[in-house]
């Protein structure tokens, strides 16, 4: 298979540095958040926290670059998932900052909880995706509405996948119920993600 080489602009690596510092410090959020018991016998985890501002933009820097020499599309499709992985961070840091204020870790009570959080990580997303993956230049007010519309959708599918795997099931495996809602928030970001990159891609920042 032939690979067709783009140009990388200094942008997309600053761009790329940017999105994994950021994400690094959301990452903390998670990291530290007591109701995950299961991080209390790893405490070096938080002496080595300060490491992850240092590497995470290393890491985003280099996927950037790999991805240039693989295709325009595998470009674009490595920025989403970059932006993708901040927006998660974004998400799950929100989310756990909020359980850390309110001990709340499951059920009906952490649906605006979560509403919030994934608020947190679209909005992001949308001027991320606009400017850098799409570079749509099209009128602001009809884009918004379109993606507002499919936001909309993939928050109900992410904060209905929470509520049900938190409020239905309890923990499995021994977990902590800290620890088992960061497993559901996962795959439900998972599923969301899908269903968002389909519709932005084809509905909101379409060429």
Do not use: H
């Not at 599309?73 to 204020?101: H, M, P, R, S, Y």
């Not at 509405?145 to 795997?165: C, E, R, Y």
């Not at 409020?167 to 800290?178: D, H, M, V, Y």
């Amino acid at each position: 298979m032939k690979f067709e080489k783009i140009q990388i602009r200094k942008t997309d690596i600053i761009s790329a540095l940017i999105c994994g510092e950021i994400s690094s410090w959301f990452l903390l959020f998670v990291v530290k958040n007591p109701q995950i018991e299961e991080l209390k016998k790893f405490s070096s985890i938080e002496d080595f926290s300060w490491v992850l501002p240092i590497i995470f933009p290393i890491l985003f820097a280099l996927g950037t670059i790999v991805a240039g020499f693989m295709g325009r599309f595998l470009f674009q499709f490595a920025k989403f998932v970059e932006i993708g992985v901040l927006n998660t961070l974004i998400d799950f840091g929100v989310l756990n900052l909020l359980v850390q204020i309110t001990g709340i870790t499951g059920g009906w009570d952490i649906a605006p909880l979560n509403a919030i959080s994934f608020s947190c990580a679209v909005i992001n997303s949308y001027f991320w995706n606009k400017i850098w993956t799409f570079e749509t230049k099209e009128g602001s007010g009809k884009v918004f509405l379109q993606f507002l519309a499919v936001s909309i959708v993939g928050t109900i599918i992410n904060t209905g996948i929470i509520v049900a795997g938190t409020g239905l099931f309890a923990p499995l495996f021994g977990l902590s119920s800290g620890l088992w809602m960061n497993m559901v928030k996962l795959a439900a970001t998972m599923i969301s993600m899908i269903w968002n990159f389909i519709g932005y891609k084809y509905i909101v920042f379409k060429k």
